[in-house]
């Protein structure tokens, strides 16, 4: 079965930095897209980060300057690297892999890590 594992959240004061890291394991043949998403109480899951192979990543427009995606291919792991980070960054940081799995069946499917808790506070 294809799992995600989130970590490297926590709790961090206005201006710190965090990395989060997300690896994909499992029956994977090929990984199309790999995201960073986002939820705040009482928000909407918003998009932070995207990666396509072979085009520039995407930012919501509020983190670009300070959030920064990369994707290492071999190991199947996405990071998110968190700058300047603010209050309003506080929120729930769900990685999404669109990847075609092997087992049991194969087919392109669209996968969420478990959730990683991301709080900015003094």
């Known amino acids: 079965q294809v799992q995600l594992v989130e970590s490297g959240g926590g709790l961090v004061q206005p201006g710190g930095s965090l990395r989060l890291s997300c690896t994909a394991s499992?029956?994977?043949?090929?990984?199309?897209?790999m995201a960073w998403y986002r939820q705040a109480p009482g928000n909407e899951r918003e998009l932070v980060a995207g990666?396509?192979?072979?085009?520039?990543?995407v930012y919501l427009e509020s983190v670009k300057g300070r959030f920064s995606i990369s994707v290492d291919m071999v190991k199947n792991t996405v990071h998110l690297r968190m700058n300047s980070l603010k209050p309003e960054d506080t929120a729930i940081y769900y990685c999404n892999v669109d990847l075609l799995q092997t087992a049991p069946t194969k087919e392109r499917r669209i996968y969420w890590g478990q959730g990683t808790q991301v709080t900015v506070s003094s």
């Open positions: 499992g029956p994977i043949s090929m990984i199309y897209n």
């Open positions: 990666w396509q192979g072979g085009t520039e990543p």
